[in-house]
């Protein structure tokens, strides 16, 4: 079974740029996750679907960040415009429904993003 | 809130030395608990987990118990290997929300030869 894949996985840009993460869940997965880490720290919650709907997104910056999933399946992060504060590792994590508690969420590699 | 905190790193150990990893957490109501592992240039891997008070989750020889008297969840293993050099993470998910994950700040273990 493929896991949790994610690109691309590192970005160098420039603050105020804009950039754009891409994620594609296992498949059968209907909760999406992405989570921000940054360096030396637990991640952090940004934005949870469960398909194609947006559950908590009470953490994102939403003046700066936007995600969607519009078919319920893969999903796409953006920052614009990006601050130094940006540079983090943005992790996409799936998992077949959030509700239960021996629910599993399965994470891909990661996008590395430095914001110079 | 919901929080979890864990033992400063890094962690360096000798080869077949025990290991610990203290977490703590802070949660309403009854969450289930997680480690997950990150080794170098990977994702976050799921360790072990324990949904239910004196569960204990194991998994490649590390074993931890969910201990809610003390609001903890210690990562243990009697004979740590080099390949066990990585970044675990405690987490919790509280049966009050939507299933997020909410992580300590890492531990970072190195394990010489």
């Known amino acids: 079974e493929a896991g949790v894949a994610q690109s691309p996985r590192y970005k160098i840009i420039e603050k105020r740029q804009s950039v754009a993460f891409w994620c594609n869940p296992i498949s059968g997965h209907a909760t999406l996750y992405w989570y921000q880490q940054i360096l030396g720290q637990g991640p952090k919650l940004l934005i949870q679907?469960?398909?194609?709907?947006?559950?908590?997104d009470s953490q994102l910056p939403k003046d700066r960040f936007s995600a969607e999933r519009l078919k319920g399946v893969d999903s796409t992060l953006k920052i614009q415009p990006a601050k130094l504060e940006d540079s983090a590792v943005y992790l996409c994590a799936s998992s077949l429904a959030s509700g239960s508690s021996t629910d599993t969420q399965y994470f891909g590699p990661g996008t590395r993003l430095t914001v110079l | 809130g919901n929080s979890v905190t864990q033992m400063e790193g890094p962690v360096t150990l000798s080869e077949e030395a025990f290991l610990t990893i203290n977490c703590t957490y802070t949660?309403?109501?009854?969450?289930?608990l997680f480690w997950y592992v990150q080794y170098p240039g990977e994702g976050l891997q799921l360790l072990l987990k324990?949904?239910?008070?004196?569960d204990k989750g194991s998994n490649k020889g590390f074993e931890a118990t969910y201990r809610k008297e003390t609001t903890s969840f210690h990562l243990e293993k009697g004979s740590v290997q080099v390949s066990d050099s990585a970044v675990y993470f405690c987490?919790?998910?509280?049966?009050?929300?939507?299933?997020?994950?909410?992580f300590g700040q890492g531990t970072t273990l190195q394990v010489k030869p």
């Open positions: 679907f469960q398909n194609n709907g947006v559950v908590d």
């Open positions: 987490a919790l998910k509280s049966t009050s929300n939507t299933g997020k994950l909410i």
């Open positions: 324990a949904t239910k008070a004196d």
């Open positions: 949660a309403t109501g009854y969450p289930s």
